[in-house]
């Protein structure tokens, strides 16, 4: 367990077998599972069940890693919070909507297509699956021109900022915006809600091979993002 912010930690959970690899592909989710919800009548808890993207690679052999914020009423961020080296977890994937295939191919609800251009909104740990696919693009030079607005409450909120921060050094586009900045605090980024301006200045402009991936809760999908992507003229929106 490292800590990466006053609330948030990776996770690293190793295989039985250190050769194993996840069997994950880039992009999708897994499913955690524990026995810690509510007491049933023959005295076991039920369980419990929650989706996260790893941050780490694939192909990386022998574990994986999740980057989780532990919330006060979140019951799996809390069980995982109280972790000790050697407890186990059951995770289940790949899982997921949204797959990239590589070659710039995406399988999204099942139906494969090409872009060239990609770009990620996202928030909070949402960044997740959008760090796994700017990861995986660099590493095997993928055909994909990708940025990212990622969305936050504080500069201090910002996950593995100095990993993203990488990305805009091998041709990539990394922007932030944070609806609050602390008094004495320097910061060169955005400030407040997801706007139409900060979406043409971080994002590819709108064509047919632009697709834009929306890492956020769906209550900002439908009053926020999706309303800007459609009058900014966007066609591909997930």
């Known amino acids: 367990k490292t800590a990466i912010s006053s609330n948030t930690a990776i996770y690293r959970f190793a295989y039985a077998n250190a050769e194993a690899d996840s069997g994950m592909t880039v992009a999708s989710c897994l ?130 900022k100095d990993r993203l921060d990488e990305f805009p050094k091998r041709g990539m586009k990394v922007a932030y915006t944070v609806d609050r900045v602390p008094e004495g605090t320097i910061w060169g980024g955005f400030v407040g809600f997801v706007t139409e301006d900060m979406v043409k200045s971080a994002l590819p402009e709108p064509g047919s091979d632009t697709l834009i991936l929306a890492c956020v809760p769906p209550v900002m999908v439908d009053k926020c993002l999706r309303p800007i992507c459609e009058k900014l003229g966007y066609e591909h929106f997930a």
């Open 31 to 160: 499913v955690t599972k524990a026995p810690i919800g509510s007491e049933k009548p023959d005295g076991t808890r039920a369980n419990v069940i929650r989706p996260y993207t790893p941050i780490s690679r694939p192909a990386v052999k022998g574990y994986l890693e999740l980057a989780v914020k532990t919330y006060p009423e979140g019951k799996m961020s809390q069980h995982m919070a109280s972790m000790k080296v050697g407890d186990k977890l059951d995770f289940k994937g790949p899982t997921g909507m949204i797959i990239y295939e590589g070659g710039g191919v995406f399988s999204i609800k099942g139906e494969k297509r090409k872009y060239e251009k990609i770009g990620c909104i996202s928030g909070g740990t949402g960044v997740t699956p959008c760090f796994q696919l700017m990861q995986h693009a660099d590493l095997y030079k993928e055909p994909l021109e990708i940025s990212l607005l990622y969305a936050n409450q504080t500069p201090d909120d910002i996950l593995m």
